[in-house]
């Protein structure tokens, strides 16, 4: 009977909510040209569809965006690597050579390459765990990445954080606490803020964790305070098996900030992304204060990899979402439809792209895993380590 109600409920709902009913819309190639292109570095404008944005308490972003030749074939060569780069891990992960959690990004590649394109190098960025690709344009390497996935001492945390625990001076993971990451990127905003830094800190989460109390007090704290932080919820429609109209009164997640303005975007156009953020950090850089900024977006596997994805939702709305607002099929189009490159060059990217992924995963099944001695190591921060360490037993001891 709970099971026969349940499905009748999720009918209702489905019904009375058709998936992105509420939001902008997620098309990935509806931007349009408007002035023509020149030398690969000559910047040239283009402009996004008029639903690209909605603004809560603040002007939405304008829809003409300068770009040049150069940052298009850029993009697409990022997003081909990421979506390479997290394909040959859920294919480890089928082999056994990846245990654990493991959240992967795949269709979700404009929100993190279009996201890196706008930020400045000393800019910071948190996240939770599906946090890949972050980790590699955020100063990582593919192979650092897939290492440490591995668990292996070529590994960006030296095979002991795993693919939560991955982080560079700019990059602050990697969050495995649903939520937890916002107050900790309220704090990196405060401490810029109080040591005058010119940088603008991006805390990102998914719905699913949107309705967590700890992102509430962290929206009051840096409202409070002013801080320049940009809170970024990532909404793929899914907070792990449940709809955002499930679990949310209020799907429009860029207005639950209160006071603080909100900017909700098309998460699968990499333009629309790269706008937005530019736009978010002006914001914040002003002396705004903070900014709640919103990406609609789709991720085609499940929450994680012991996740089909296909009990909360049909293969169906998977395969459309694949076949009509692919993120990289819609930078493609813009790149032949604008004249920039053709279809063989871009081919010749993808394959570029496998080789170096490829390559990236034999050098990391190459590296060893961690010692025995090195249980000890990186629990203090370098030249605070006390004069011993007790281990599980009173007998075990390692003297630094």
Same mark, same amino acid.
């Given at each position: 009977?709970?099971?026969?109600?349940?499905?009748?409920?999720?009918?209702? @709902?489905?019904? +009375?909510?058709?998936?992105?009913? +509420? *939001?902008?819309?997620?098309?990935?190639?509806?931007? %349009?040209?408007?002035?023509?292109?020149?030398?690969?570095?000559?910047?040239?404008?283009?402009?996004?569809?008029?639903?690209?944005?909605?603004? =809560?308490?603040?002007?939405?972003?304008?829809?003409?965006?300068?770009?040049?030749?150069?940052? @298009?074939?850029?993009? !697409?060569?990022? #997003?081909?690597?990421?979506? /390479?780069?997290?394909?040959?891990?859920?294919?480890?992960?089928?082999? %056994?050579?990846?245990?654990?959690?493991?959240?992967?990004?795949?269709?979700?590649?404009?929100?993190?390459?279009?996201?890196?394109?706008?930020?400045?190098?000393?800019? %910071?960025?948190?996240? *939770? $765990?599906?946090?890949?690709?972050?980790?590699?344009?955020?100063?990582?390497?593919?192979?650092?990445?897939?290492? &440490?996935?591995?668990?292996?001492?070529?590994?960006?945390?030296?095979?002991?954080?795993?693919?939560?625990?991955?982080?560079?001076?700019?990059?602050?993971?990697?969050?495995?606490?649903?939520?937890?990451?916002?107050?900790?990127?309220?704090?990196?905003?405060?401490?810029?803020? =109080?040591?005058?830094?010119?940088?603008?800190?991006?805390?990102?989460?998914?719905?699913?964790?949107?309705?967590?109390?700890?992102?509430?007090?962290?929206?009051?704290?840096? %409202?409070?305070?002013?801080?320049?932080?940009?809170?970024?919820?990532?909404?793929?429609? !899914?907070?792990?098996?449940?709809?955002?109209?499930?679990?949310?009164?209020?799907?429009?997640? =860029?207005?639950?900030?209160? @006071?603080?303005?909100?900017?909700?975007?098309?998460? #699968?156009?990499?333009?629309?992304?790269?706008?937005?953020?530019? !736009?978010?950090?002006?914001?914040?850089?002003?002396?705004?204060?903070?900014?709640?900024?919103?990406?609609?977006?789709?991720? $085609?596997?499940?929450?994680?990899?012991?996740?089909?994805?296909?009990? =909360?939702?049909?293969?169906?709305?998977?395969?459309?979402?694949?076949?009509?607002?692919?993120?990289?099929?819609?930078?493609?189009?813009?790149?032949?439809?604008?004249?920039?490159?053709?279809?063989?060059?871009?081919?010749?990217?993808?394959? &570029?792209? /496998?080789?170096?992924?490829?390559?990236?995963?034999?050098?990391? /099944?190459?590296?060893? &895993?961690?010692? @025995?001695?090195?249980?000890?190591?990186?629990? !203090?921060?370098?030249?605070?380590?006390?004069?011993?360490?007790?281990?599980?037993?009173?007998? &075990?001891?390692?003297?630094?």
């Amino acid at each position: 009977m709970s099971s026969r109600l349940a499905s009748i409920s999720r009918r209702a @709902l489905s019904r +009375r909510i058709p998936l992105g009913a +509420r *939001s902008v819309q997620v098309a990935a190639d509806s931007t %349009k040209l408007s002035s023509e292109p020149g030398e690969p570095s000559q910047p040239f404008t283009v402009t996004l569809d008029n639903n690209t944005f909605k603004g =809560y308490r603040t002007e939405a972003p304008g829809l003409e965006v300068s770009v040049t030749k150069e940052n @298009l074939m850029e993009w !697409y060569k990022q #997003m081909t690597l990421m979506r /390479k780069m997290e394909q040959a891990a859920g294919a480890m992960y089928q082999a %056994k050579l990846i245990r654990g959690f493991c959240h992967l990004a795949v269709g979700q590649e404009a929100i993190s390459v279009g996201f890196h394109s706008a930020m400045a190098k000393d800019d %910071k960025l948190i996240t *939770s $765990y599906r946090c890949h690709p972050f980790a590699v344009l955020r100063g990582g390497t593919i192979t650092g990445v897939l290492a &440490e996935l591995l668990g292996r001492q070529a590994g960006m945390s030296n095979g002991k954080g795993g693919s939560m625990h991955i982080f560079t001076p700019t990059f602050f993971g990697g969050n495995g606490i649903v939520g937890a990451q916002v107050p900790l990127g309220a704090g990196i905003a405060f401490a810029d803020k =109080y040591m005058n830094k010119e940088t603008a800190t991006f805390a990102l989460y998914g719905d699913g964790a949107a309705n967590q109390g700890q992102v509430f007090e962290a929206f009051n704290m840096a %409202k409070l305070w002013n801080l320049p932080c940009v809170f970024v919820c990532e909404n793929n429609k !899914y907070g792990m098996g449940t709809s955002a109209e499930r679990s949310s009164s209020n799907t429009e997640y =860029y207005t639950r900030g209160d @006071l603080i303005p909100g900017i909700q975007a098309n998460g #699968m156009d990499v333009i629309a992304v790269h706008q937005a953020v530019k !736009y978010a950090r002006d914001w914040t850089l002003s002396g705004n204060g903070p900014l709640l900024l919103e990406f609609v977006t789709y991720r $085609y596997g499940g929450h994680s990899m012991s996740d089909p994805g296909t009990t =909360y939702r049909t293969r169906e709305e998977v395969q459309r979402m694949r076949s009509t607002q692919d993120p990289i099929k819609g930078l493609q189009k813009y790149i032949e439809d604008w004249g920039l490159a053709t279809e063989e060059t871009l081919k010749e990217i993808d394959k &570029e792209s /496998k080789a170096e992924v490829d390559a990236a995963v034999e050098e990391a /099944k190459k590296s060893l &895993e961690p010692e @025995l001695k090195d249980l000890w190591t990186d629990i !203090y921060y370098a030249g605070t380590e006390p004069p011993f360490m007790r281990g599980r037993e009173r007998e &075990e001891v390692h003297y630094y």
